[in-house]
């Protein structure tokens, strides 16, 4: 079989999820079936993993990460609308820049691995006339997302949508024919409960008074609820429970509010100090998330198929979380973990409370979760689904 030449778009190369998920994937293809080259808006974290793998990275500063990023320091309604514009702008020249790169690179095929480069790989493909995977890795909260990327999926060049979950898929009604459920998968090795050593006190001072630890790693977003995840943690408390609630993660890039500080006040302003720790970003949440008894995933909006729910599963840690999107799809209520009401914060506490109170339905949650990730999001196994994909799609 001819080997092809595939250009990856990402614009994300931080820390999110959709980063990551591309690494693993392109860890795991076949490179004598596909030659893989990935464009991004700088090397970022994402960029540097996927250089010490071998796989060549090329930087295009004009793919902007996000379509809002700010562009200047001080956020108000004049700087978005500029950023807004500026952005736009960066978008247009980036479909030219991409289409003298599929020429020059003869590439085959164009992967588009979020929502930001959809529609600029698409512009790119019909310029150069080649096939464009889309891979669809967000639930479109607004009608004008859900219509505009629903219609330019029609698109004859782009043959096809790889969703992330059925929840992902359902933005795109109408077009079985186009749209593929691949999950999310994880390097089982990577994530070996017994390859990792556990290392939360040597990075956060969790007193000797706590019961158990609750922990949350994610982007500091609105949507994500953490401020319902807080709510819950007063609750419990005032209930005489001491676990301590350990928060993982950063504002993400050029955001145009500062919501991790806007947490921590919150935590000091309910006296929750004592037993609601910040750990920033971690390189490797391994060391921290091994240690845990228990992972809150409390989204108040449709989260499509969250890393942060299959990487502690992976590591035998049970997990709360919110019954929308996704998340569903990953937690075996009862079985895996717990699922609550979406944005109920009442819910919430009592169903962490549900597992800090029975350490034997937590052991058995344990083992059933590792064995759920080796059947169903094994990294190596989800490369070989997308990159069967990609093949008939370049043909």
Known sequence: MKRIKVLFLTSCTGRGGSGNSLF????????????PVVVMPKQGVIGKRLAAEGIRCLVYP????????????????????????RN??????????????????KADLVHCNQMMVKLMGAAAGILSGIPVVWH?????????????????????????????????AANYPGLSLKVVVIHNGVDLEHFARDQVA??????????????????????????????????????????????????MGENPNNSSEDLLQMYKDSV????????????????????????LDLVVVPSITPDPCPRS???????????????????????????????????????????????LESKGCRQKMSLAARESVERKHDASQVADRIQEVLLESAS
């Open 198 to 247: 556990g290392g939360i006190h040597k990075v956060l001072d969790v007193r000797e008074e706590s019961t158990a630890t609750v922990g949350f790693m994610g982007r500091m977003v609105r949507w994500k609820g953490i401020d319902r995840l807080l709510d819950a943690a007063e609750m419990i408390l005032a209930a005489g429970h001491r676990p301590t609630f350990v928060i």
């Open 88 to 105: 736009s702008i960066d978008c247009c020249f980036f479909v030219l820049q991409l289409t003298a790169l599929i020429s020059r690179e």
């Open 24 to 35: 693993y994937f392109l860890k795991h293809i076949d490179r004598s079936r596909i030659d």
């Open 62 to 85: 004009r793919l902007r990460e996000r379509l809002y990023e700010m562009r200047y320091g001080r956020p108000g309604w004049i700087t978005k609308l500029v950023s807004l514009i």
């Open 309 to 355: 729910v299959i990487e502690s599963l992976a590591l035998g840690v049970p997990v709360v979380g919110s019954d929308t999107g996704g998340i569903p799809e990953l937690v075996i209520d009862g079985t895996t973990g717990l699922l609550s009401k979406a944005g109920d914060a009442a819910d919430l506490a009592r169903k962490i409370l549900c597992l």
């Open 268 to 291: 000091h302003d309910r006296c929750l100090s004592r037993h609601v720790l910040f750990a920033g970003f971690q390189k490797d949440v391994r060391p921290i998330l091994v240690d």
């Open 136 to 168: 669809c890795r967000t639930i479109y909260n607004t009608r004008p997302q859900r219509v505009g990327f629903k219609l330019a999926a029609k698109l004859r060049v782009v043959r096809r949508v790889i969703a992330v979950s059925n929840a992902a």
